[in-house]
């Protein structure tokens, strides 16, 4: 019993904070990231003439996202709020490559063939960070996915049948996967780089000048005097900031504060007022026009626009919000829960006359997009610039961007984008190992033949896949998975 009681009492602890170390350091470190991001992401560097590669940019801020992981996430949760030597070395280490492969990338790209014992040692410090900072932010669930490409690229040509490719020796392997740009400086880091940063920063400069509590009370406005109105708000008001955000995480937290303690008062069960709003925030992440990472993905891999990866998504964003905003309703006639008391819903007319320029990035951007055919990272980039504009001049709720706003934005930007740039690297790796052993056609072959004549059985398989996998990986993670290995074969 006394057991139980002391594990009680530890569960209700608030969360270690970072070590002072941690602490001092991190803003910084997400200041630089954040800015190194949004500037190349305004193509300043081509605009003045410097001569830098992206692969430069990419080795840079993935050398600051181990530095901050290591610095904040602990191996193990019983270490939480410490630094142990270890995790200052692998942090002070990160951040050396990444300054490392800023000033030697280029000489190393084009004579890695005659300099295999520095490409080999830069690769394997490169593999084993990465893998480590993969581990402590998503988990061992996808940290074993890219373990088992690692033994197979070791031993490929052991495997019998259709899945037996080439072997790669152990100096091939860490210089190819740390220099290469098919690998952990690939098209995964690259795309995160270059547009995902600049729409998180838009996201953070919408959510600190008060753009979450505008569409919530946009959200209230509309739907608070139906049945069940506090989850009808949850759900317009997460599908609304969602298509800003495009992020789950900051979705919950930035809508769910004020949804969920609403829904509770309105007689939702905490795990039904929890799970409407985990599901209608997990939907922002397919919401135009920002839509996370695995859009701006898609348009790449695909080699269409980022137009037409919106377009594609506004149907079924709509049929995901639909069916999320019809359950709410069947909840609340089933339980009985009754409209949001009228003293808590604002009036419209009122809500929009205060809030109405968080709407202009959104003109802006699908106006960039879609109108002045601006890549998405430049569309962006007009949208933030006009809410920071905006921000500055009126306020919503007391909510004003003022300077040290601006930087905090940056910062938030800088240390919110680690988790997603690790596993951008994690997918350049498998990429990488899927190339250079030619597992990629094995694969395909083999799901070829078992969907050979029945496109149907294929698509069930690939979406079962989605599913399992989807319990316990990244949506980013998953979709890379997915595209690589399941695509080729329902295309053929």
Request: glycine fraction near 10%.
């Amino acid at each position: 019993m006394e057991s139980v009681e002391t594990t009680a009492d530890e569960s209700n602890k608030a969360p270690a904070l970072p070590s002072p170390v941690a602490r001092a350091l991190t803003p910084w470190l997400g200041i630089a990231l954040g800015t190194i991001g949004l500037l190349w992401a305004s193509g300043i560097a081509v605009d003045l003439g410097i001569e830098i590669i992206a692969e430069q940019v990419m080795g840079a801020v993935l050398g600051i996202a181990l530095s901050i992981i290591f610095l904040n996430v602990p191996a193990h949760p019983k270490y939480a709020g410490t630094l142990p030597w270890y995790d200052a070395l692998m942090s002070f280490i990160g951040f050396g490559m990444g300054v490392y492969l800023v000033y030697r990338y280029p000489y190393l790209l084009e004579n890695f063939s005659y300099i295999p014992i520095e490409a080999t040692t830069m690769g394997f410090i490169l593999v084993a960070l990465t893998t480590e900072a993969l581990r402590r932010t998503a988990g061992w669930g996808l940290c074993i996915i890219l373990l088992t490409f690692f033994v197979y690229a070791f031993f490929a040509d052991l495997i019998p049948g259709s899945l037996k490719g080439r072997a790669m020796t152990p100096v091939q392997f860490f210089s190819f996967l740390g220099i290469d740009t098919t690998g952990i400086l690939g098209i995964p880091l690259t795309i995160i780089t270059t547009v995902v940063i600049i729409f998180i920063f838009l996201g953070q400069v919408l959510l600190r000048s008060g753009g979450s509590e505008f569409f919530t009370d946009i959200a209230a406005a509309l739907m608070g005097r139906s049945r069940g109105g506090s989850a009808k708000i949850a759900v317009v008001a997460s599908g609304l900031f969602g298509s800003i955000s495009g992020s789950a995480v900051s979705n919950v937290a930035s809508t769910g504060v004020i949804t969920i303690p609403l829904m509770r008062q309105g007689g939702y069960s905490r795990p039904i007022a929890g799970a409407i709003e985990a599901v209608a925030s997990t939907g922002g992440q397919i919401m135009p026009p920002i839509m996370g990472a695995a859009a701006f993905l898609m348009a790449e891999l695909l080699e269409i626009r980022y137009q037409e990866v919106i377009i594609a998504a506004i149907l079924p964003a709509l049929l995901y919000y639909i069916a999320v905003f019809l359950q709410a309703d069947l909840e609340a006639g089933k339980t009985g829960i009754k409209p949001v008391p009228e003293d808590q819903i604002p009036p419209f007319v009122q809500v929009f006359k205060q809030g109405w320029y968080f709407l202009v990035p959104f003109v802006i951007l699908i106006t960039a997009l879609f109108s002045w055919n601006s890549p998405p990272e430049l569309a962006a980039l007009y949208g933030a610039g006009s809410i920071v504009v905006l921000g500055l001049i009126f306020n919503y709720k007391g909510k004003k961007l003022t300077p040290p706003m601006l930087i905090l934005c940056l910062r938030k930007t800088g240390e919110m984008s680690v988790d997603i740039l690790v596993i951008g690297a994690t997918a350049g790796m498998i990429i990488g190992i899927l190339d250079a052993t030619g597992l990629s056609f094995g694969l395909t072959f083999i799901m070829v033949q078992v969907g050979e004549g029945n496109l149907f059985l294929l698509l069930g398989l690939t979406a079962v896949i989605c599913i399992i996998l989807g319990m316990g990986m990244p949506t980013t993670a998953i979709y890379f998975l997915l595209a690589v290995l399941a695509t080729p074969p329902l295309v053929e």
